[in-house]
């Protein structure tokens, strides 16, 4: 894990390192919870600068940095080795490794296990698994070892297919209830967390009344304690399509393929590098490389000479 900084050496005040207490801290002040997603060291780097108070490793990754259609196909050790990176550009937000789909749901030992791997391999703080049902199970299993779980409801991008696509979810009285069943058992089991994911602004606000832990939502309307936004959707990073409850606060791609074009017409000018990206030599130095040079020939040498 990352040592503390006393000051982030961009000009930010340092912050105290965010706890799961803290969170519980904040949504009884009403002060609302910054989450974002990151999956290497620059964006953990921008999380930390940005002063957000939860980082997501999420199993978006499988999408966002990895180019799956969907975030089924990303594995543990792809997890394992993107939340390290994160890790390392990290002080201060709460850290948590989003466990990928396959790696809890066969049983409370592979739960554990895995998300053991995410503390002891990635110096996590915290893990993240989506659903109810068995789901609750595996959650209070990785709680009694000791790690502290955020549960997902509402549109759980794992099992999309089963729930008919990436589409709202709660939007029938029925089907809120069975959200609000999952979100309360999660917390009866000991979540730190929940997160609502594509359910009706109302449902959700209503629902919140009945939960004591933090609430964190995307797609979810404001009355989540939190929010949640994917890095790449914020920033722009991809093109595309993106959900309905994206906002975009940049526009980074088409700014990386300005630069990377210009680069390109630079080289191919020949106008970079300029002299000011080259490095020196002392001029006697130059003209006695010149001298040995021509001595020695080298042009006139086959490779098997050396
Ligand atoms: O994987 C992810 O990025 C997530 C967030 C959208 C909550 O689960």
Known sequence: ????????????????????????????????????????????????????????VGDSAAMTVLGHDSTVPVGMDEMVMLASAVRRGLDTPLLVGDLPFGSYEASNEDAVANAQRFIKESGCNAVKLERGGASVDRARAIVRAGIPVMGHVGLTPQTADALGGYKAQGRSADAAARIAEEALALQSVGCFSIVFEAVPSEVVEE????????TIGIGAGPATD?????????????????????KRYANLHDEMVRGARTYASEVRE???????HGYAV???ELEAFKEYLAAESLAARSPWDW
């Not at 629902?207 to 933090?214: G, T």
């Not at 994917?230 to 595309?240: C, E, K, N, Q, W």
């Not at 020949?270 to 000011?276: D, V």
């Open 1 to 56: 894990m990352s040592t503390v900084r006393t000051d982030t050496g961009h000009g930010t005040p340092a912050r105290e390192p965010v706890t799961i207490q803290k969170l519980g801290e904040m949504k009884l002040a009403g002060e609302p919870i910054v989450m974002i997603t990151a999956y290497d060291h620059p964006s953990a780097l921008v999380a930390e600068e940005a002063g957000v108070d939860v980082v997501l």
């Open 207 to 214: 629902l919140c009344r009945h939960i004591d832990v933090p």
């Open 226 to 246: 939190g929010q949640v936004l994917v890095f790449h959707d914020l920033l722009g990073i991809h093109t595309g399509h993106t959900a309905k409850f994206v």
């Open 270 to 276: 020949r106008s970079f590098p300029g002299p000011e």
């Open 282 to 284: 002392e001029p006697e």
